[in-house]
T-cell receptor, first 113, second 115 residues
């Protein structure tokens, strides 16, 4: 089945550092979403992007919808220990009338205090 | 407001046993989904439903069945569990009116181990 290619697979950084992760696809998406999953819980939406080129921030998080509509990135500035978790990108095709999302493989983030 | 509730939270099965995972949402959402999460593979769609009484196959439907007899509930069944079905299962829901503005709401998952 179709998948989004998310990288890196994992990151181990020092508290205070900035983080960047991205997703690419061979097909076009009309919506890009970024979720975070804390241990033992379900994914929670961080940022939603609806237009090509859109740049959206949520606190220390910034995400962009690529111009080609085939990629997106998520940046986290000045990381803190509670940023630890798995980050997923997800895409929704414009032709979809079922709300089905396609997910990336996830980026596991660890932050050293 | 409970959101999306999954039961049970944990379960251990022996190969060949059957079980049903229950998902309940109190947000009056039309669309409901079952995903499985495996290390390094993200979330993969098993089955989904766009309304009461309707279901459809997702990316990895083999070995699973689903039913949506009531709008608020979406059941995932394993008729004969296999070790390959060891995974964490997530239920999610959304509203078609806001499918672009209200992305999926997830439950907290069911961790299933098949020995």
């Amino acid at each position: 089945g179709q998948q989004l290619n998310q990288s890196p697979q994992s990151m181990f950084i020092q508290e205070g550092e900035d983080v960047s992760m991205n997703c690419t696809s061979s097909s076009i998406f009309n919506t890009w979403l970024w979720y975070k999953q804390d241990p033992g819980e379900g994914p929670v939406l961080l940022i939603a992007l609806y237009k090509a080129g859109e740049l959206t921030s949520n606190g220390r998080l910034t995400a962009q919808f690529g111009i080609t509509r085939k990629d997106s990135f998520l940046n986290i500035s000045a990381s803190i220990p509670s940023d630890v978790g798995i980050y997923f990108c997800a895409g929704l095709h414009g032709s979809s009338n079922t709300g089905k999302l396609i997910f990336g493989q996830g980026t596991t983030l660890q932050v050293k205090p | 407001n409970a959101g999306v509730t999954q039961t049970p939270k944990f379960r251990v099965l022996k190969t060949g046993q059957s079980m049903t995972l229950l998902c309940a949402q109190d947000m009056n959402h039309e669309y409901m989904y079952w995903y499985r999460q495996d290390p390094g593979m993200g979330l993969r769609l098993i089955h989904y439903s766009v309304g009461e009484g309707t279901t459809a196959k997702g990316e990895v439907p083999d070995g699973y069945n689903v039913s949506r007899l009531k709008k608020q509930n979406f059941l995932l069944g394993l008729e004969s569990a296999a070790p390959s079905q060891t995974s964490v299962y997530f239920c999610a829901s959304t509203s078609p009116v806001n499918s672009y503005n209200s992305p999926l709401h997830f439950g907290n998952g069911t961790r299933l181990t098949v020995t």
